[in-house]
Nanobody
């Protein structure tokens, strides 16, 4: 069974920084792509940033210049460095990955439980 676990959430003041981590574990054969999503209270879930299987990163317009995505393939871990945080960044942040399990011939999308990030003074 494949599992994704997020960590690093918490409270930060406006303008502050925070780094989130997402680690994939289990019977993983390969990971097609990984991405970060967020969902604020009363709003739809939206894509923040992510990697594709071509090692190409992409960012949502509302976080460009402030957030940076990175990864450690050896540890199956993805990071989201969030700088200059704004109150509107408050949301539950989710990690998602397209994973092919050992013995399988197809990819399946997995989601972590999410981590709460609050930006407030």
């Amino acid at each position: 069974q494949v599992q994704l676990v997020e960590s690093g959430g918490g409270l930060v003041q406006p303008g502050g920084s925070l780094r989130l981590s997402c680690t994939a574990s289990g019977s993983i054969d390969s990971i097609n792509g990984m991405g970060w999503y967020r969902q604020a209270q009363g709003k739809q879930r939206e894509r923040v940033a992510g990697f594709t299987r071509f090692d190409t990163s992409d960012y949502a317009e509302f976080v460009k210049g402030r957030f940076t995505i990175s990864r450690n393939n050896a540890k199956n871990t993805m990071y989201l460095q969030m700088n200059n945080r704004k109150p509107e960044d408050t949301a539950v942040y989710y990690c998602s990955a397209s994973v092919r399990e050992v013995g399988s011939t197809w990819y399946q999308q997995y989601w972590g439980q999410g981590t709460q990030v609050t930006v407030s003074s």
